[in-house]
């Protein structure tokens, strides 16, 4: 069984943890039946949330039948990574949420996928990762039955709470590696792994980003949509979409911040090109400036190395040293030339 946790309320308080599904079904249509409360327009008498994780075909299957869920809703949690939505299907509101984990040890965010089906008396929770802390959250609205009393919406908006309030820690990390990121690039510390960081970085902040603001817009939405009665509920929803946009102004400064890095690192590198291009033509002409001093002496050595039969300074008692000296002038002439000329 992929039951993590199953409990009936009455008023806001557990009176039984079934250990099936159809114990589940069993219970709550008796208690439906025996609380005159359960049949008034908007009555609240009793809920059932039934906590899953990677549930089986027939689990979904059987809730599917029991609580009527669209089957545009099934189709999304047996396929999973969906993107943050509120769909409402007839009484039924479907939830999808993408919480978010930064691990301190590898300095990246881990996302995970919850689903929640929201109807009359009853809240779903699947999840597929053990991201997402729904068990604390549980504990969170049992210890408040004043709010679990008021309906599954009070759940939902837990959830939603804690999400949300779970996203701050993955803030927090992600603008640590940018300022990390931005203390390399304005001291010349980096290195060559910089680029490959804010890629890592941006690709973080994109899913990050792709988990925040749908969710912003879907909850935006919901919010007008709530009837006036839920005063209470809305506000505490407000306050949720409130941290919400923070955070979401948050991930936008984080591409903003990224984009600028990327192009101040490619310019500092194209930069970096240009002076070793500069260096290795210096070096090139000192090469060369060398090699042509070099080359002249030998040239003129090689002329009196030819052994021709009649060449007069062979004869002359002066061609010697004269054959040296030419080869010092001729030295010297082009040292001075490549020297002003700032090739040495």
């Not at 759940?155 to 804690?162: K, P, S």
């Not at 927090?172 to 990121?181: A, F, T, V, Y």
């Not at 407000?238 to 990327?262: C, G, P, Y």
């Not at 300074?313 to 030295?331: D, F, I, Q």
């Amino acid at each position: 069984m992929s039951i993590v946790d199953n409990a009936v309320y009455r008023d806001g308080q557990r009176i039984a943890s079934p250990a099936t599904l159809e114990e589940t079904y069993r219970l709550l249509a008796r208690l439906r039946a025996e609380d005159p409360r359960c049949s008034e327009p908007g009555g609240h008498c009793v809920l059932a949330w039934v906590g899953l994780h990677s549930p089986s075909e027939e689990e979904l299957d059987s809730l599917a039948r029991h609580f009527g869920l669209h089957e545009l809703a099934m189709e999304d949690v047996r396929q999973a990574e969906q993107r943050p939505k509120l769909d409402r299907y007839g009484r039924t509101l479907f939830t999808v949420l993408r919480p978010a984990v930064y691990q301190d040890a590898t300095e990246t965010v881990d996302f995970g996928e919850i689903h929640i089906f929201t109807g009359p008396d009853f809240v779903i929770t699947v999840r597929r990762s053990e991201h997402g802390r729904v068990g604390r959250v549980r504990a969170r609205v049992e210890a408040e039955p004043r709010l679990l009393a008021t309906g599954p919406e009070a759940v939902l908006y837990a959830v939603l709470d804690q999400t949300v309030d779970d996203y701050y820690p993955v803030v927090q990390g992600l603008e640590n590696d940018i300022d990390e990121i931005s203390d390399a690039l304005f001291s010349g510390s980096g290195d060559g792994l910089v680029s490959q960081r804010i890629y890592q970085l941006t690709r973080e902040v994109s899913a990050f980003h792709r988990a925040v603001a749908p969710l912003e817009m879907e909850l935006r939405q919901f919010l007008e949509e709530l009837d006036g009665a839920a005063l209470e509920l809305r506000h505490s929803l407000r306050d949720v979409l409130d941290h919400l946009i923070f955070v979401n102004n948050k991930v936008e400064a984080f591409q903003s911040s990224l984009t600028n890095a990327l192009m101040l690192d490619s310019t500092q590198l194209a930069a970096r090109q240009n002076e070793a291009a500069i260096e290795q033509n210096e070096q090139m002409k000192r090469i060369s400036s060398w090699a042509a001093i070099l080359f002249a002496p030998s040239i003129i050595g090689s002329v009196y190395g030819m052994n021709f039969r009649f060449m007069p300074e062979l004869s002359w008692v002066w061609g010697y040293p004269m054959a040296l000296g030419l080869m010092l002038v001729t030295g010297v002439v082009l040292y001075v030339v490549f020297k002003l000329k700032r090739w040495l």
